[in-house]
């Protein structure tokens, strides 16, 4: 089992930048490909970013190429999510999730943990 736990979020003007972290508890988090995920009101949830068991390996949406970078420290068992450029769109709750194995996921159904999820608002 794995338990997540997201913090980081809040409210934010546009322009400016967010970190989300995710602290992880259970098994073998240094093996496990980790993800953010968001979902906003009435949408379905979409993909934002993945990294490999390793960190060396990462994966946007277009969405947010250029703007949001993903890392992790295995030592801390923490992924972040470091938000920046941000825009009324990015407004969702952001969710962390892990898999059962050490590559890049970029759909939902390859994590098998989540967590409760972060609620970052980004006012024009």
């Known amino acids: 089992q794995v338990q997540l736990v997201e913090s980081g979020g809040g409210l934010v003007q546009a322009g400016g930048s967010l970190r989300l972290s995710c602290v992880a508890s259970?098994?073998?988090?240094?093996?496990?490909?980790m993800g953010w995920f968001r979902q906003a009101p009435g949408k379905e949830r979409e993909f934002v970013a993945a990294i490999s068991w390793s960190g060396r390996d990462t994966n946007y949406a277009d969405s947010v190429k250029e703007r949001f970078t993903i890392s992790r420290d295995n030592a801390k068992n923490t992924v972040y999510l470091q938000m920046s450029s941000l825009k009324p769109e990015d407004t969702a709750a952001y969710y962390c999730s892990a898999r059962e194995f050490i590559g890049i996921g970029t759909t939902a159904n390859e994590y098998k943990y989540w967590g409760q999820g972060t609620q970052v608002t980004v006012s024009s």
């Open positions: 259970g098994r073998a988090f240094g093996s496990r490909g």
